[in-house]
């Protein structure tokens, strides 16, 4: 039998909300055509796609990342503000695609205010420098008499925008990066840029590009930035993207191993720096690009269909995220319109694509104290995985700590009974499953077929220390539990 067992006071950390954060970048039809998109009948008067605006506040995601990805490290902020018709269309050569610039700063910072998300900005530490990063800075956040403010003001923005999060680079450590560093070239450009773009706004938080390849130096990356940069590093920023090409099943599911493997040695690494250096300050990991993306190239605008599995793989990344939340403490879910996303356009309309659906439920049901579950049953072998559990599992409680949330991702075939036990108190009342599931798990919504895949709610009563609960085949279920302590 498959057990679940759950202590209502064994908090691991608080969660942070910012795990359910996004990535927005100028790439095929994620800003022009997506979020921004003048000649759609659903357009506002701002040129936002009013019918996404909708579509992402059900996702509450309480920061966004932008311009890029690969994008920033050859773009140049100046260009995308100012009049429109004034601004210079380029030439980008991360995607080979020219960008008219029509949508830049304000405008995503408007576009964030209209969704309700943190503005998190990425600076160019490709072929960009230190003076166009700390002026961005100056741009978006001064409050001075200077020119940049003034030229701000000029834009239409009187206010500062307050932009919070800052990154330097973006994923330095790869190859196909414009501006690709070695560790070496990297620490000593962070700091530099680091350094005079918190001179500009002492409050902001910086992120570091660490590792996004894998490649065996992220061990030394990190620990060149911690020994040299960390009392300027609020957030170690990591990248994954994770794949079916083999079309097996198990080996898909098992893909949670590999998740739990690198956020443990990434926070072993970060703890045994911190131990090693005397770092006082807790330096937290960012999965600051993260989804499923395996199918869709450039040629078709990285414009991935999802289907249900690929669903369960989000909800073993959130479940990852929750179990790990003393050390994640942002993770950003790549992207948010068309390019690799949870939402799919047409001039005319969208598709909620599976990987939507556990996205918002997570996010609408999540409490902030992750809880610390042990649970054991049944296994399977995936991949180079052998006795890796069917059920995945997570466990939040809500503020008042009388709700108690546990995600499952079944990730058999079959349907699943599992004993979910409290080492104290009980179960006091209406039980909320909610559960996201479709015919198959090959299953995709589609234009034609949107509602495959979706959300499906029952209640049932529980008062008692256990409850018995089947969770259904190839299934992520939430059950939102009040209990009495
Ligand atoms: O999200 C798509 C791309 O994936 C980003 O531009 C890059 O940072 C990553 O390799």
Redesign the pocket.
């Given at each position: 039998m498959n057990r679940i067992d759950v202590n209502l006071e064994r908090v691991l950390a608080p969660i942070d909300p910012n795990l359910f954060g996004g990535?927005a970048?100028h790439?095929g039809r994620c800003i022009y055509g997506g979020v921004y998109d003048p000649d759609s009948p659903h357009a506002g008067p701002d040129g936002l796609r009013t019918d996404v605006l909708a579509a992402l506040r059900r996702l509450q995601m309480p920061v966004i990342r932008y311009p890029?990805?690969?994008?920033v490290s050859g773009y140049r902020w100046r260009d995308g503000v100012g009049p429109r018709d004034a601004r210079p269309a380029r030439l980008d050569l991360?995607w080979g695609a020219p960008d008219s610039n029509h949508f830049g700063t304000n405008e995503f910072v408007q576009f964030c205010r209209q969704v309700g998300a943190e503005p998190y900005l990425v600076v160019n530490c490709g072929d960009g420098d230190m003076r166009e990063a700390r002026d961005w800075v100056e741009y978006c956040n001064g409050t001075a008499d200077t020119a940049l403010v003034r030229l701000r003001r000029a834009h239409g923005f009187d206010a500062p925008h307050n932009v919070q999060y800052w990154a330097v680079g973006?994923?330095v450590d790869?190859a196909?990066q414009i501006g690709h560093k070695t560790p070496e070239e990297y620490t000593r450009a962070y700091v530099e840029f680091a350094k005079v773009m918190r001179w500009v706004d002492p409050k902001i938080k910086l992120l570091a590009s660490a590792t996004?390849s894998w490649a065996p130096d992220f061990v030394e990356r990190a620990q060149l930035l911690l020994e040299q940069a960390s009392e300027h590093i609020d957030y170690m920023s990591v990248?994954w993207?994770v794949a079916n090409h083999e079309d097996d099943f198990a080996r898909y599911m098992a893909v949670s191993e590999l998740i739990e493997a690198r956020l443990r040695a990434y926070e072993g690494l970060i703890d045994a720096l911190r131990l090693a250096r005397r770092i006082k300050r807790p330096i937290p990991i960012a999965v600051d690009?993260w989804n499923v993306?395996y199918r869709a190239g450039i040629d078709t605008g990285?414009e991935e269909v999802y289907n249900l599995e690929d669903a369960l793989a989000v909800a073993m990344h959130l479940n990852a995220f929750i179990r790990h939340a003393r050390t994640v403490r942002m993770a950003n879910l790549?992207?948010i319109v068309n390019?690799?996303a949870p939402i799919l356009t047409r001039k005319d309309g969208l598709v909620l694509q599976t990987i939507f659906y556990p996205f918002e439920l997570y996010r609408r049901t999540c409490g902030d104290a992750a809880l610390d579950v042990f649970w054991s049953g049944e296994t399977f072998d995936g991949g180079d995985y052998a006795g890796v559990r069917v059920l995945d599992v997570a466990a939040s409680r809500g503020a008042d700590g009388k709700r108690l949330t546990l995600y499952v991702v079944n990730r058999s075939l079959r349907p699943t009974e599992a004993v979910v036990a409290l080492a104290e108190g009980r179960f006091a009342g209406s039980v909320t499953a909610s559960v996201v599931n479709g015919p198959d798990i090959k299953t995709a919504n589609t234009f034609d077929a949107p509602d495959n895949v979706g959300t499906h709610e029952a209640t049932f009563d529980a008062a008692d220390r256990e409850l018995r609960y089947t969770f259904e085949p190839h299934s992520v279920t939430a059950l939102v539990c009040p209990v009495a302590r």
């Open positions: 990535f970048e790439l890029g990805g690969n994008f991360a973006n994923e790869g196909w996004s990248h993207y690009e993306w990285l790549a992207q390019v690799i």
